[in-house]
């Protein structure tokens, strides 16, 4: 059973840093790219980020171009996302996805239950 | 970045079919996929490529596309169908590693 379970949000000061992390099982990891996908509470889905098989491709969302980082650690089955000068707008759960492809397809295949990061003062 | 345009509210009688559409230029390029997401869950992929269903989605989903527009049909639409559906596709723009979603349409089934 593909599992992806999130971890790392809580709240943070405006301008400070966070790291999310997923950590991945029931399926071979290195097959396929992962993303992350966030909902502001009462919105729609956006689009963060998303990362080949082997890091060779990473995009970006404009909204966060700069100021966030994804990686993966494939011996660790694990995909993490540094959140670096946060923003109030940044507020919003955040999934972490699997890819139907070991490229950047886009297609989002399991989907993890979301991790929540909230940007105040 | 691309674009996706989605109609915010649709509604449907129980049993009867209702099509949700999604527009944008990167359709022109890609297929769309679509997903499904009842009030507190996370989303779930209910159709992909060119009409391909992932594996406990009832029959009763199809896609289609056409020029700019891709289209998720539900025929027969019962209760549990309730719910928003977001279309996504690759982004056919600049970002030549992004993803777009559509802002989401929210289907009633009265």
């Known amino acids: 059973e593909v599992q992806l379970v999130e971890s790392g949000g809580g709240l943070v000061q405006p301008g400070r840093s966070l790291r999310l992390s997923c950590a991945a099982s029931g399926f071979t990891f290195d097959d396929y790219a992962m993303h992350w996908v966030r909902q502001a509470p009462g919105k729609g889905l956006e689009w963060v980020s998303g990362?080949?098989?082997?890091?060779?491709?990473?995009g970006y969302a404009d909204s966060v171009k700069g100021r966030f980082t994804i990686s993966r650690d494939n011996a660790k089955n694990s995909l993490y996302l540094q959140m670096n000068s946060l923003r109030a707008e940044d507020t919003a759960l955040y999934y972490c996805a699997k890819d139907y492809d070991i490229a950047v397809a886009g297609t989002l295949v399991y989907w993890g239950q979301g991790t929540l990061v909230t940007v105040s003062s | 970045s691309s674009e996706l345009t989605q109609d915010p509210a649709v509604s449907v009688a129980l049993g009867q079919t209702v099509r949700i559409t999604c527009q944008g230029d990167?359709?022109?390029?890609?297929?769309a996929s679509w997903y499904q997401q009842k009030p507190g869950q996370a989303p779930v992929l209910v159709i992909y490529?060119?009409?391909n269903r992932p594996s406990g989605i009832p029959d009763r989903f199809s896609g289609s596309s056409s020029g700019n527009t891709a289209s998720l049909t539900i025929t027969g639409a019962q209760a549990e169908d309730e719910a928003d559906y977001y279309c996504?596709?690759?982004?056919?723009?600049?970002?030549?590693?992004?993803?777009?979603f559509g802002g989401g349409t929210k289907l009633t089934v009265l």
């Open positions: 490529g060119k009409n």
């Open positions: 996504n596709s690759r982004d056919s723009s600049g970002n030549h590693q992004g993803v777009v």
């Open positions: 990167s359709l022109r390029s890609y297929y």
């Open positions: 990362i080949s098989w082997n890091s060779g491709s990473i």
